[in-house]
């Protein structure tokens, strides 16, 4: 895991660029604190800096290829590169390092571009060819490490954090105040190419680019597709959903350093922690809670499993006196105004982990996401469906017609009588906990920067959801898009990052999101019970106190960010109202743009 830098120019590199790239390494030092390297030609440049994971001795990059043509700087792990390069050296390639990410290098000698169709991990990654002058970069298909780009006159900058771009290649920082009010309002960004500084863009989740003479230009290489083409039965499907979780965490455990999973208690993790201890390791768990009783916490319960399951176990206890030292801590780390209460939680969390020697965990990310786990999602979902089957139902033609509403009126009458449904559809349905605080917030929030002036209750921000076959599918599938990509998968690698420790996430493996993204919705939704298929699978796996247990989660007591936000003075933004979000990007703004 580390940071990366690229600069192309259409003219010629110059001895401030090659400073730049050195300085861009230095400030993200937190990602890579092990080895730093920057290679340029006359006009393009690249710089890495790295925390050692695979490889430790013989891995230090750019990375080279045989004949040295071309250059590679890759951020993230290729999780299957042990067959890959068994693969390519039996058609004669020779590796230098011991490196997982050479593998890019050889298998784009092989097949060019779509080297991308056999990676399997995390990754962003820039690989420059001196043969053709071709700068290619590309991000991993579900999005778990950021590439930023910004075009200059003469050029393009490529690099893992926003802030370095910010810093060495905008002289004058302009803010697009739609996307500052949209993390605000949803707590994080909807639009996945557009940030809040106007010059800086975000290549996507599954995108490439390519950088030469004739220009720039992207290319999308996987998007998830969520259609049912699986025709095998129930038991079959189940069996592969273990096969292939059980792929993922073995070649997610792949490490020359020490490794945790981070046990919540809850089910994710749980499976994550029991599939790790079947592959014969010793499988050490980290797991967290707060000083004092809280309903949250969760700590009995993966004591109790650890013990049972024989994990080598270890407990953090975060004190809510330290929610304020731990918010501008973590503030300096993250670029993006991305809000989660729990942040300070994680932060602390991972801190912890890497005290105890701990440099890679695994965590249960995209579980929900992709089993339907959330059920004020699921609730949602069977209000669009029922207002969908109400519209269908006009207009009146024939008995057919009639029959078909009058029954429809039997059963759901209630919600005809009020006018409405079990949960209205409209922007209020989406984060609908800061739909209050934030038009609270507009009425008076004013931002002057730069000669310009931003009055937020000006700005029309709402929500769209991503079409899907089924109600069920259309609202997971824009939750798994935006929320899962730019809030979840963003703030692990951040905050991660910051404490130079790596967050792997199984889960989200292609592979599993492909097949599920597959079968029949009414093969893996049960409305009356959320994560149906997922409890199915694990069983005998995880025991029943931990799949069939409420839903707690890892959000840390609301007296806790109360006390943080009413001690917040704001800096940049003024308004007559605050709250976690708009005081996170208020602090964001003074460190990045003052």
């Known amino acids: 895991m580390c940071g990366i830098s690229a600069i192309y120019r259409y003219t010629q590199i110059t001895d401030s660029d090659k400073d730049k790239l050195a300085l861009m390494n230095q400030e993200m030092h937190y990602r890579g604190p092990d080895e730093k390297g920057v290679w340029t030609d006359n006009i393009c440049g690249l710089a890495h800096t790295r925390l050692s994971i695979i490889g430790l001795e013989n891995g230090m990059q750019p990375l080279f290829n045989e004949d040295k043509t071309l250059v590679l700087i890759c951020n993230g792990e290729i999780y299957n590169y042990i067959e890959l390069k068994q693969d390519l050296i039996s058609k004669g390639h020779v590796f230098n390092s011991d490196s997982d990410s050479e593998t890019i290098l050889h298998l784009y000698e092989e097949y060019g571009v779509k080297c991308l169709v ?338 937020f209750k000006n700005i029309d921000v709402h929500f769209s959801y991503e079409d899907g076959k089924s109600e069920i599918d259309q609202i997971y599938a824009s939750s798994f898009l935006t929320f899962m990509n730019s809030l979840c998968l963003y703030l692990a690698d951040r905050q991660g990052m910051g404490n130079s420790v790596e967050i792997r996430s199984p889960l989200v493996d292609y592979k599993l999101v492909e097949f599920l993204s597959s079968l029949p919705v009414e093969m893996k939704y049960n409305k009356e019970n959320p994560k149906y298929l997922l409890k199915e699978v694990l069983k005998g796996i995880v025991p029943d106190y931990i799949l069939f247990a409420h839903k707690k989660g890892f959000t840390p007591p609301i007296s806790f960010i109360n006390e943080l936000v009413s001690n917040y003075s704001y800096q940049f933004i003024t308004s007559d109202s605050k709250f976690y979000n708009s005081i996170l990007a208020d602090k964001l703004l003074v460190n990045l743009l003052k």
């Open 118 to 455: 056999y990676l399997r991990g995390m990754f962003a990654f820039c690989l420059w060819n001196t043969k053709t002058k071709q700068l290619f970069a590309a991000r991993d298909r579900v999005g778990e490490k950021t590439l930023y780009y910004t075009q200059l006159p003469t050029g393009i900058v490529f690099c893992t954090e926003l802030k370095a771009i910010l810093k060495y290649y905008l002289d004058k920082k302009q803010l697009d105040a739609h996307a500052l009010a949209e993390s605000i309002r949803y707590n994080y960004p909807i639009d996945l190419k557009n940030t809040y500084i106007e010059q800086i863009k975000r290549l996507l989740a599954g995108e490439y680019a390519l950088v030469d003479t004739q220009g720039f230009e992207t290319h999308i290489y996987w998007k998830r597709d969520i259609i049912p083409t699986f025709t095998g039965t129930k038991y079959e499907a189940k069996t592969e959903i273990l096969r292939l979780m059980r792929e993922s965490v073995n070649i997610c455990l792949r490490s020359d350093v020490p490794v945790a999973v981070l046990l919540s208690g809850g089910i994710d993790s749980s499976a994550i922690a029991a599939l790790a201890k079947e592959t014969g390791r010793e499988v050490h768990v980290i797991t967290a809670g707060y000083k004092g009783k809280h309903d949250v916490d969760e700590r009995d319960v993966a004591k109790r499993f650890a013990a049972e399951k024989g994990f080598i176990y270890h407990e953090v206890e975060l004190d809510a006196a330290d929610f304020q030292d731990l918010f501008l801590e973590y503030s300096q780390y993250i670029d993006e105004p991305v809000s989660d209460i729990s942040s300070m939680s994680q932060w602390a969390l991972y801190k912890k982990a890497k005290e105890m020697g701990f440099t890679v965990l695994l965590g249960g990310l995209g579980g929900d996401e992709l089993f339907y786990g959330y059920q004020e999602l699921n609730q949602l979902a069977e209000s669009l469906k029922l207002k969908h089957q109400h519209q269908e139902l006009f207009p009146w033609k024939g008995l057919d017609k009639k029959k078909a509403f009058l029954n429809f009126l039997f059963k759901n009458w209630k919600y005809i009588l009020f006018a409405g449904y079990p949960y209205k559809i409209n922007d209020r349905s989406i984060v609908d906990w800061t739909y209050n605080d934030y038009h609270k917030f507009v009425e008076t929030a004013v931002l002057e920067y730069n000669k310009e002036k931003i009055i």
